[in-house]
């Protein structure tokens, strides 16, 4: 049926009423509508389709026309989050929260386009440095609507990707301490601090261990026989912001490396300190179980304790700054300095990907190669 009809500021326009079938769940009749074509040829060609859609895919098929991509979006969030680990899934979904469904969310899914997809990338790419990520989460919506049948392309998988300038970042690789700084801050660390911070950030100077996983450590990870260190877990920010320990991420991150005395010997006297302290608070901290480095109620540091404390001492001792992630790179350059092979240095440090050693080791190898230069030319002039 194609009928006209009127709007309110008098302009005619046309609409048509089909008839479906019987709804399988209802058991009732079931109409369709469509309206606000210009012209009766207009109504009767979408009625054709219509009617043709409905024969070949049949009715429910309709109702995925007006399906929006954040509706998808949280259908594939629901299977997604049986796949990674929590603390994964809380970062996950804070980005495609900040930076996917403000741009795709209200957009009915079938409607977006090639051209739409590529000018969201290249928005991306314009300012977040992990563009590649949200590209990836928002094509595994689309596929995820493909296997649900409610599109039969993925419009992500044709976009050209920018290309991230293939250099090493300067700042980066700024965020490091040579030997003699290094020295020079754990010197001032064990000089005007407690013998916990001390031992904290000689253990991450001298193993270059993430910080939640140092955090996460126990008594029974640490052989004192055999000078070496066991990381099994790690801690991190789960649902709510809660504190939650987890294996690490990747194979290469379970790892047991050996510590040198000085090290070792910094453990034992902070674990003796630790029973003195822990029983003023109510703790007895004989259990092999027990944190390495606990709060006061016995439980987990807050994970920015360590940033916190540096920058005061960086502040206060005028010392050049860098992130508590930075000591992880300077462990890496200064492993690499003393003349361990890359192989060693990864898995010293569980890296997953060989490529982020890779890019440390010719950092270090070009400095070196400058410092060749600089004592030949001042051999020369000698």
């Known amino acids: 049926m194609i009928k006209q009809y009127s709007l309110k500021n008098g302009e005619k326009r046309w609409y048509f009423k089909i008839y479906l079938g019987i709804d399988p769940v209802t058991k009732k009749k079931k109409y369709t509508t469509r309206r606000g074509f210009k012209t009766k040829k207009e109504a009767k060609v979408a009625m054709s389709r219509l009617e043709l859609q409905v024969q070949s895919k049949g009715v429910e098929s309709l109702a995925k026309n007006t399906i929006t991509f954040e509706e998808v979006y949280l259908m594939w969030l629901a299977q997604y989050k049986n796949t990674v680990q929590e603390s994964t899934l809380v970062v996950q979904r804070r980005a495609c929260e900040l930076h996917i469904l403000p741009l795709f969310g209200s957009a009915q899914i079938q409607k977006i386009n090639l051209h739409f997809c590529q000018e969201q990338v290249n928005h991306w790419y314009s300012y977040y440095k992990k563009y590649n990520n949200l590209i990836g989460m928002t094509s595994q919506v689309f596929d995820y609507a493909i296997r649900s049948k409610i599109i039969e392309s993925n419009p992500m998988n044709n976009i050209i990707k920018p290309k991230k ?33 001390f031992t904290m950030f000689r253990l991450l100077s001298y193993t270059g261990m993430r910080k939640g996983e140092m955090h996460a450590l126990r008594w029974r990870d640490i052989d004192f026989i055999n000078n070496e260190l066991s990381i099994k877990r790690t801690l991190t920010t789960g649902e709510n912001n809660t504190l939650i320990f987890q294996p690490p991420k990747t194979k290469k991150g ?40 606990p709060d006061e109620d016995n439980g987990p540091k807050y994970l920015d304790f360590m940033n916190h404390n540096l920058d005061k001492v960086v502040a206060k001792n005028y010392l050049r700054r860098i992130t508590v992630h930075g000591l992880r790179h300077t462990h890496c350059s200064l492993l690499f300095e003393s003349g361990a092979s890359i192989k060693e240095v990864q898995d010293r440090l569980g890296h997953s990907d060989i490529k982020t050693t890779m890019n440390i080791y010719a950092h270090v190898t070009k400095q070196a190669k400058e410092k060749t230069a600089d004592n030949f030319a001042k051999f020369m002039e000698g």
């Open 254 to 293: 379970l790892r047991t490396i050996t510590i040198d005395i000085t090290t070792i010997k910094q453990l034992r006297v902070w674990r003796i300190k630790q029973k003195e302290i822990m029983l003023r608070f109510g703790f007895k901290t004989d259990s092999l179980d027990q944190l390495l480095f």
């Open 165 to 197: 300038k293939r250099q090493i970042e300067e700042d980066v690789f700024d965020n490091y301490y040579s030997k003699e700084e290094l020295t020079e801050f754990l010197d001032t660390v064990k000089n005007t601090t407690d013998q916990e911070l």
